[in-house]
């Protein structure tokens, strides 16, 4: 399957993580790999997934939006999702 070991999910970059499910499921879709590969590849873009939402979902609580006053002007931030 793979010339090298799997990168680490706890370190490895947003971009990096939906690159290599990229690959993956474009080798998938090619349908040219061994079963045993193919289950571990699948396995793998599980985690790669997960690893994804979980990073989305951080950067969603880290976002802000802008609040404006009567007269329209942007007077501070509050969270994006306060609950």
Same mark, same amino acid.
């Given at each position: 399957?793979?010339? !090298? ?5 706890? /370190? ?9 499910? #990229? /690959? ?5 879709? !090619? ?25 989305? !979902?951080?950067? #969603? ?11 329209? /002007?942007? !007077?501070? /931030? ?6």
């Amino acid at each position: 399957m793979a010339d !090298k070991a799997p990168a680490d999910l706890g /370190t490895m970059p947003f971009e990096a993580a939906l690159a290599e499910l #990229e /690959t993956i499921v474009a080798k998938l879709e !090619k349908g040219d790999v061994a079963l045993e590969d193919s289950i571990a590849l699948y396995a793998r873009g599980e985690q790669l997934k997960a690893h994804c939402d979980r990073l989305l !979902k951080q950067a #969603e609580a880290r976002i802000e939006q802008i609040t404006f006053g009567a007269d329209g /002007t942007p !007077k501070g /931030t509050k969270p994006l999702d306060p609950a």
